[in-house]
């Protein structure tokens, strides 16, 4: 693959990745084609879409598309959820992971399709939907810092159960997926996995990306995040199909 042909892909996953979620899926097997290591490539893809997730989290917040209180809070057990996964990324294979996967996102599709999402009030409050928040926010980032693809979408969909609105829900989203991002690239820097100076420059597209696809998202809200999730859901079950 040559140069040109993987900074499109970049701008296409951040594009992706900000509006739903799993723009890692596009971007990560961009990094194998172009002939990285698959360390290099997980590492390689934080340090760009940390920098496109940046961008995405100002352009949401400037919208005012993100609860503060709940994004932060549940940020701190990504934080403590992306430094496990990752740092168990760096000894254990992802077979098994991977083949658990392929069992739930059948599952997960469908309570996308059946979920409206957004239109009525919280499901939950108060310390219930701290409790909530903190659950899936460590669990969901650990798998962020142990394989990546889709976290934000997972993201989206558990604030979406909550309750909140689908702009509401990919604003928090990228708040949370921005701190483990930060977590895993820093473990990831001090292993020496990154490629810095392809990293700087991918990282340009994939903030092109973000900012293209966060501005649609608040335009168009549900009329393009839902869908975005569910073709998000597909890509990552082809992906993980070829990896058998």
Same mark, same amino acid.
């Given at each position: ?9 970049? %701008? *296409? ?9 799993? /723009?890692?899926?596009?971007? !990560? ?8 290591? @698959?360390?290099? +490539? *997980? ?37 403590? /959820? ?5 740092? !168990? ?9 991977? *083949? ?5 996102? @059948? ?20 310390? =219930? ?5 903190? +659950? ?12 990546? @693809? ?7 969909? +558990? %604030? ?13 989203? =990228? ?6 991002? $930060? ?20 990282? *340009? ?12 998202? $608040? =335009?168009?809200?549900? =009329?393009? $995040?839902? @869908? ?17």
């Amino acid at each position: 693959m040559n140069s040109f042909l993987l900074f499109f892909l970049i %701008f *296409l996953a951040g594009f992706v990745d900000s509006i739903a979620g799993g /723009g890692g899926l596009i971007s !990560l097997s961009a990094y194998y084609a172009y002939g990285l290591s @698959p360390i290099e +490539a *997980l590492s390689s893809n934080k340090f760009s879409s940390t920098c496109g997730t940046l961008c995405s989290v100002i352009n949401y917040s400037r919208n005012g598309s993100i609860i503060f209180r709940t994004a932060l809070f549940g940020a701190l057990f990504a934080f403590i /959820g992306s430094f496990i996964g990752s740092s !168990l990324a760096v000894l254990f294979s992802d077979y098994y992971f991977r *083949l658990f996967m392929l069992l739930i996102i @059948p599952a997960v599709t469908i309570l996308t399709l059946k979920r409206k999402g957004g239109e009525k009030e919280r499901r939950f409050s108060g310390t =219930k939907e701290n409790l909530i928040v903190a +659950a899936f926010s460590l669990v969901i980032g650990m798998y962020d810092g142990f394989f990546g @693809p889709g976290t934000g979408m997972f993201l989206t969909l +558990a %604030f979406s159960y909550i309750g909140f609105s689908m702009l509401e829900s990919a604003g928090n989203t =990228k708040v949370i997926n921005l701190t483990s991002n $930060i977590v895993a690239l820093s473990v990831f820097l001090i292993n020496g996995s990154v490629d810095i100076r392809l990293g700087l420059m991918c990282s *340009l597209f994939s903030i092109a990306g973000n900012i293209t696809g966060s501005s649609l998202a $608040i =335009k168009l809200e549900r =009329k393009i $995040i839902k @869908p975005m999730l569910l073709i998000v859901l597909a890509l990552l079950y082809l992906d993980l199909l070829g990896a058998f």
